[in-house]
Structures are given as C-alpha cells and as structure tokens.
C-alpha cells in the first residue's frame, strides 16, 4: 500500500479548520431543522395569514430567509476568523 504523501504536520486539521468545521456542521443542523421541522408540524400550522396558509408564508418567505441568514452568519464569522488567522500568522 503506497504511504500518504502528507507530513504529520498535515493530518491533522488545523485550529482554523476545527473551527470551520465546528461552524459548518451547526449551521447545516440549523439548515436541517429550519428545513424539516416546518414541514413536519405543516398540518398544525393549518391557521390563516393575510389570506394565505401560515405553512404557505413558512415555505414561500421563511425558509429562504432563513438561509440567507444563514449563509450571512457563516461570511461574517468566516472573515472574522481569516482576519484572527493573518494576525496571528496562523496556518490556515
């Protein structure tokens, strides 16, 4: 079996990657359960807005909302991080 062209130095993540990987793997739980948990209780949510289905405005304005917001927090804390790692000189 061939050996790994990586150095010891570069099987293990990073401190900036652990922390990517931290934020992303949250945020995707946030996107899952803004995904799944409205359209799980959308029988429940059976009550009129503005002449529409509250599931209608959930599914129409909610959710993309929702995942713009969530793409803002991943830029914001992104750049927040890249500029730590130029200060410190870390490795990313």
Not at 59 to 85: C, H, K, Q, S, T
């Amino acid at each position: 079996m061939p050996e790994s062209r990586l150095t010891p130095s570069q099987t293990s993540p990073t401190p900036y990657w652990r922390r990517n990987l931290r934020l992303i793997v949250l945020l995707l739980a946030v996107w899952a359960a803004l995904t799944f948990a409205p359209s799980f209780f959308a029988r429940s949510l059976s009550f009129d807005f503005i002449g529409w289905p509250f599931a209608f405005w959930m599914a129409a304005y909610g959710a993309p909302l929702a995942y713009l917001i969530i793409i803002a927090v991943y830029a914001r804390v992104m750049n927040r991080a890249d500029e730590r790692a130029e200060e410190t000189g870390e490795q990313r």
